[in-house]
């Protein structure tokens, strides 16, 4: 039975329970809208702890001004029943007034991680991230949590997070999902028109493009990313924001590729900002 908790204090008290009794939590941090990708995480997070925690909570801390909070699709009654489904224990579901009575007096900041692609792109964002994620931690007090390889630079920044806080929680890297046709499971995908929907698939085709340059030894990342950007104008209506090869996880730009990289993409169409990339592990340095 999956039991819905809407306080701090009780969910610290389930916690502190767990604790007590040896027994291990495993935590999946969500805004909720779930798709495959999340119940992927959930599964394997049930598969790995005695517990499993789930919180949804839709974080005004890491939108813009002119980003999409009111509108960010919300539906808890489907989000419980999905998280029931996969044997997820407890979803913790505060209120913005639970969270935040006041906005915090002290932030974290995520730093330099932050400044380049989407903290370029969407100032305060990672801030906000990291800020909520603490604080999180904090209440569930998880000995694993689990985070999409999707939100790649989010992922980079939460394990540096952990790393510089001396924090006692093992992130869980969860591989990206995808629709039969490639398109990268999200949130904001029901945004597409039925056209753009017919053409989201062709990111992962691009990045796919990518991949097989580099596989074939291409090492120049100006040369990778027009070829990848021409596809994407090529069969997408999409406005391209970036098409981008960063180390990873220490997210510096690339111009000669060496070592560890990811290539990430991010695109506008009407009213669905979507992201994606890939992560190509190397040997080489
Ligand atoms: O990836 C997300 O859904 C959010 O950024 C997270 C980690 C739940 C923090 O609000």
Redesign the pocket.
Known sequence: MTELITTIRTMNLISQRYHQQGKSIGFV???GSLHEGHLEMMKQSASENDITVV?I?V?PL?FGPNEDLDNYPRDIDSDFEKAQSVGVDYVFYPSEQEMYPERPTIEVKAGELATVLEGKQRPGHFD??VT??NK?FNIVRPQRAY??KK?AQ?LAI?EKMVDDFNQQVQIVPIDIIREADGLAKSSRNVYLTEQERTEAPHLYQSLKLAHSLYEDGERNSDKIIAETTAYIKAHTSADIETVAIYSYPELVEQSHISGSIFISLAVKFTQARLIDNIIIKSEES
């Open positions: 941090p969500t805004m919180s909570f974080n890491q906000g991230v909520v994620v999180l985070f999409g939100d989010q939460v």
